[in-house]
């Protein structure tokens, strides 16, 4: 039977190579394309308050439909302690909350009728409301949007209704390993007392009051921390004079305040393999270097020295060695973040079954071991960087992806058209470069490595791939233990 | 005057709507051996978005080999005669090794098996059940899969189409069809004819064995560790009696683990001939170019003269209420699912509405590079139970069409302090109105202009264009997708109370509730 298929295959092959098809895919020939990055000033417009926008039309295969995003500087960063989740809830009330003129239910009434989409969000460092509308109801759309922006009702029985949903949240906290992992995490990277590992907890949702959505809202309201990002189907003048009337006519009120500085991290990390007990049916597990800021001269290096050791999928080594090879996980990742406030993290992540927990992560290190003794192969590399270079134009597919990108880069304070020399850059990378930055960037002695699940299990390893997780790595294991999801304090 | 207000909406949308679906040039061609091409021209961006599916999926499997066309969709990936391999030859005899030694391994199992059967051990999947001639066995396959795997080029067809500068390369199984996606730059169109025609020209399924144990984390990942992922998969087969969606997609651990590779041949030439096949292009080319593409490299595939064969069983209609009562580690919640019709049934639309008008029209923000975010629903269930009676926090519907069935859910979420039993009554209030008086115009002419929106929005983009397509090609035609919004257009409130009169039935109901379960960690 399988002789016979194969058999088959073999004829196919034949009766391919009678027609002019190359017997290799490497020997076809492909025209270049030429790709112009899309240029800041092209896009950028300061409205009359200063507030900067950046404007992008649709071309004519675009659709009816125009999307505004205003974005500002602010979210949890500046929840008062205590009050943790004031942002988040601030951030879905301003849209479902009504605002002076229209009630909650009449707001979304008249969107309805206009098929239109009015939504909005904070999250730890930014806050946005956005708009989706059909292009001839642009002038209705943008004063719902203004209505909602400047003068939001947050309707007591609204916000009453958002706290039962944020208790729902809250009590599933534990449910499952990833959710676990997300809040240990936190905690090991940052300690008890930063903004990014301050959930929201029952008593501090509690404490949370309509005065405090009010106030929120009142000091955040400054033209300084104000971006706009539109796209869609329309004139481009006529969409600057309309967001001139509108954001663009924004003034600081009396309790509007420029937004303070992000603050930076100064946890002392405890290197270690830190285990949190979980019945599950499988494990998840990360790991966390420190990493460098996309500012940084080193980032294109770092970038391509993670994309080959984990930041492309298949053509990644962690992939091919703990999936495909091994059979261990559906995926295993890892990530060199930007860094928007401060150095940013290389993170791991995979899951796999309790048992494999030390064997898949002994592949991993053994993989970034190999990375920073051994130099990459030049084809290796070339793949690697080809493939940055040659999808580079996928990044702009779409005019509100360009809007929004600008946008939000300006508000996160990278350098303008920081993209435009990025494909050079990327090619100038060398297989020296590569290793010089895994061997930066990889320090085991600063690793934190968090595993979620089984912990009998994932303690004692597979018996098909001896050795338990202690001995993993010279790291100490440390028993972190579940925390209360209402009050995040550790569960003994 | 709302009412004007709202048909005068409708007069404007439709004249203003230079995006109808109707309006996508799409371009159909069949090659000689039967394979179809389907293909939108767009050439503002230097991409394409490239697809081809087969028409099998889950639904055509049987038991004891659930999961093999999700277990082929992988396989798909691990390369050809060419791809994949340093010596095509020394690899077709390590394969060949390693279906003899998987036979030992087969009848070791079922001596396992048997004793599972009889008790004396609890489960045959456990390394410390294992008999001495099953180590033995596995060892032996253990060294052959590492002699191969120095002649691999691990997961090349990968390797190429990055280098390329594809993104997005993908695949996934539903009941009814396998789907293989990825988007190229332009100037690469025919590198895609020539990898995917040289994997459904001569594949090679190697690394078979270990990709299985792939599956079985894959299932672990998406199923059994979410909270209910195995209460949503038992619940799903009792709502389901005797089609073949009652198991998921990813198939039972028992089959996955079991597959061999001989199945695996023998699901191949049944099902991915080109006969069975429709490739999907959006982007910047040309089309009469791609046809001669085309033709070159897929047509060299002959064509499945048996053709394929259909999925017989009919569900038969459910005789009564059907209740599952669980307790699972997250928070409760009620279902309620009725089996209704096929996504390309003439009752489909109506029952789209339907789910509309009581469940909200959910409205994505989302694009690649927008900022995410969905508006609450609106649907009367919301406004009734979570807004004014104040007893749940979320609520609701939607219409779930396949190619051989679908389901209308209603999905409750209770308030804390109330439980799923309490919020029974309050839905059934709201699905009597429906029942006894219908909707109203506005509501369904909101409806409408919402999927007109939401058509708008998916058809912006190359992908989501090929996403579009590919749901409708899926169970039905080209003129499915083209007729979609005029059949939407066409639904009357008068046919929205009568698809609810016809599924929403008391004897069709299948509901879950859950509790939290306590005290476990």
Redesign the interface.
């Given at each position: 039977?399988?002789?016979r298929?194969?058999l088959t295959?073999?004829l196919?092959?034949a009766?391919?190579f009678a027609?002019d098809?190359?017997?290799?895919?490497?020997k076809?020939q492909?025209?270049?394309?030429k790709?112009e990055t899309p240029r800041v000033k092209d896009f950028k417009v300061k409205l009359q308050n200063g507030i900067p926008a950046f404007v992008a039309q649709n071309?004519?295969?675009?659709?009816?439909?125009v999307?505004v995003?205003v974005?500002w500087r602010g979210g949890a960063y500046l929840d008062p302690k205590g009050k943790e989740g004031l942002a988040g809830l601030f951030g879905s009330q301003l849209?479902?909350g009504g605002t002076t003129k229209l009630e909650a239910?009449k707001l979304?009434d008249r969107?309805?009728?206009?098929?239109a989409?009015?939504?909005?969000?904070c999250a730890d460092t930014s806050c946005?409301i956005?708009l989706?509308v059909?292009?001839?109801d642009l002038p209705e759309g943008l004063d719902l949007l203004m209505q909602a922006l400047t003068q939001p009702a947050f309707s007591q029985e609204r916000l009453d209704?958002a706290k039962?949903?944020a208790?729902?949240r809250i009590?599933?906290r534990?449910?499952?390993?990833?959710s676990i992992a997300n809040y240990q995490m936190r905690y090991l990277l940052y300690g008890e007392n930063f903004f990014a590992s301050a959930d929201d907890t029952v008593a501090s949702q509690e404490a949370i009051t309509r005065d405090d959505l009010v106030g929120f809202h009142a000091r955040g309201l400054h033209p300084a921390n104000l971006f706009v990002a539109a796209s869609g189907q329309f004139d481009r003048k006529a969409m600057v004079d309309a967001l001139n009337r509108t954001v663009g006519s924004i003034k600081a009120g009396p309790q509007a305040r420029v937004s303070p500085v992000v603050p930076t991290p100064d946890f002392p990390r405890s290197p270690g393999i830190f285990v949190t007990?979980?019945?599950?049916?499988?494990a998840t597990v990360r790991w966390v270097f420190p990493g460098i800021r996309r500012t940084d001269a080193d980032w294109y290096a770092g970038f391509v020295a993670n994309q080959i050791l984990g930041g492309?999928?298949?053509?990644s080594r962690l992939?091919?060695k703990i999936?495909?090879?091994?059979?261990?996980?559906?995926g295993v990742y890892s990530t060199l973040e930007p860094g928007t406030y401060w150095r940013g993290d290389v993170t791991g992540s995979m899951?796999?079954?309790n048992r494999s927990v030390a064997y898949a992560m002994r592949l991993a290190l053994e993989e970034i071991r190999k990375l920073k003794e051994q130099l990459v192969s030049d084809d290796e590399l070339?793949?690697?960087k080809?493939?940055i270079?040659?999808?580079?134009?996928?990044?702009w597919?779409?005019k509100?992806?360009?809007a929004?990108?600008f946008a939000d880069e300006a508000r996160e304070g990278w350098p303008e058209d920081w993209w435009v020399s990025y494909r050079e850059k990327i090619q100038a990378v060398t297989v020296a470069d590569v290793q010089r930055m895994a061997k930066k960037l990889a320090d085991n002695d600063k690793m934190v490595i968090l595993a979620v699940g089984k912990a009998s299990e994932m303690e004692a390893g597979?018996?098909?791939h001896p050795g338990a997780l202690k001995d993993m790595a010279p790291l100490p294991l440390k028993r972190v233990p579940?925390r209360d999801p209402a009050t995040l304090k550790p569960v003994p | 005057m709302i009412l004007t207000?709202?048909l005068v909406?409708a007069a404007?949308?439709l004249a203003?709507?230079?995006?109808m679906a109707q309006d996508v040039p799409v371009v159909e061609r069949t090659l000689s051996n039967g394979m179809r091409l389907v293909m939108v021209e767009?050439?503002?961006?230097?991409?394409i978005a490239c697809a081809w599916l087969a028409r099998v999926g889950s639904a055509n499997e049987r038991s004891g080999t659930t999961g093999i066309a999700h277990l082929f969709e992988h396989m798909m990936?691990k390369g050809t005669?060419?791809?994949g391999t340093r010596d095509p030859r020394r690899d077709?005899e390590l394969n060949?090794r390693q279906?003899e030694v998987q036979i030992r391994i087969r009848e070791e199992m079922s001596i396992l098996r048997e004793k599972q059967r009889r008790g004396e051990i609890a489960d045959m999947m456990d390394?410390?059940a294992r008999t001495p001639r099953l180590q033995e066995a596995l060892d032996e396959f253990d060294r052959l899969v590492k002699e191969q795997?120095e002649l691999i080029v691990?997961?090349e067809m990968?390797?190429?189409y990055?280098?390329?500068?594809?993104?997005g390369?993908n695949a996934s199984t539903s009941e009814d069809r396998t789907n293989y996606i990825i988007?190229l730059?332009?100037?690469?169109l025919?590198?895609w004819f020539?990898?995917e025609s040289?994997r459904l020209?001569?594949?090679?399924f190697r690394?078979f064995y270990?990709?299985?144990?792939?599956i079985?984390?894959?299932r672990?990942?998406?199923l059994?560790?979410?909270?209910s992922g195995v209460v949503d998969e038992a619940f799903n087969a009792m709502t389901w009696m005797a089609s073949p969606y009652h198991w998921e997609v990813i198939g039972w651990s028992s089959d996955i683990s079991q597959v061999t590779?001989?199945q695996a041949?023998q699901f191949f030439?049944t099902y991915y001939a080109p006969n069975n096949i429709t490739a999907i292009l959006v982007g910047d080319f040309n089309a009469d170019a791609a046809y001669a593409l085309a033709e070159?490299?897929f047509g060299?595939?002959p064509a499945n003269p048996k053709g394929v064969p259909e999925v017989i069983t009919l569900e038969p209609k459910q005789p009564a209420e059907q209740r599952m009562v669980a307790e699972v580690?997250?928070?409760p919640s009620l279902q309620v699912v009725f089996k209704t019709t096929s996504a390309v049934h003439k009752d489909a639309p109506a029952l789209q509405a339907l789910a509309g008008i009581l469940g909200g029209t959910p409205?994505f923000?989302g694009?690649?590079?927008?900022?995410g975010?969905?508006?609450?629903p609106?649907g009367r269930l919301y406004k009734a139970l979570?807004?004014n009676q104040?007893v749940a926090?979320?609520a609701s519907a939607s219409f779930s069409g396949m190619k051989m069935g679908g389901t209308f859910n209603i999905r409750v979420?209770p308030?804390?302090g109330k439980s799923p039993g309490e919020l029974e009554p309050a839905l059934q209030a709201e699905i009597d109105k429906v029942l006894k008086d219908g909707v109203t115009d506005e509501e369904l002419q909101?409806f409408k202009?919402?999927t007109?929106?939401g058509f708008?929005?998916r058809?912006?983009?190359?992908t989501g264009i090929r996403e579009t397509l590919t749901q409708f090609l899926a169970v039905g035609t080209v003129q499915d997708f083209k007729d979609s919004l005029a059949r939407t257009q066409a639904v009357t409130r008068e046919d929205v109370q009568r698809v609810a009169q016809k599924y929403l039935v008391k004897e069709g109901r299948n509901v879950l509730v859950t509790s939290?379960k306590e005290g476990?960690?």
């Open positions: 039977m399988i002789r298929a194969t295959i073999l196919g092959v009766t391919a027609q098809i190359p017997d290799r895919p490497e076809l492909f025209a270049p394309i790709f071309g004519k295969e675009g659709s009816p439909l999307r995003t974005s849209t479902q239910a979304e969107l309805e009728a206009l098929a989409t009015l939504t909005s969000s946005n956005s989706q059909l292009d001839k209704l039962r949903q208790r729902q009590n599933r534990n449910d499952d390993v990833t007990d979980k019945d599950a049916p499988q492309r999928g298949f053509t992939m091919k999936r495909s090879d091994e059979g261990l996980t559906y899951q796999t079954k070339r793949v690697n080809d493939g270079i040659e999808a580079f134009p996928s990044q597919a779409t509100q992806a360009i929004n990108r597979d018996p098909d579940l | 207000r709202g909406l404007v949308f203003a709507t230079p995006l767009r050439h503002e961006q230097p991409t990936f005669m060419t791809i077709a060949a279906d390394p410390k795997r691990k997961d990968d390797k190429i990055t280098q390329a500068g594809g993104t390369l988007s730059p332009s100037n690469k025919e590198l020539w990898l040289d020209a001569n594949p090679v690394e270990s990709e299985r144990d792939v079985l984390e894959e672990r990942q998406t059994e560790s979410r909270p590779r001989e041949n030439a070159k490299y060299r595939i580690e997250t928070n409205m923000m694009r690649p590079g927008g900022p975010g969905q508006r609450p609106s979570v807004l104040k926090t979320n979420t308030a804390p909101r202009n919402a007109l929106v708008y929005g058809l912006e983009t190359n939290r476990k960690r």
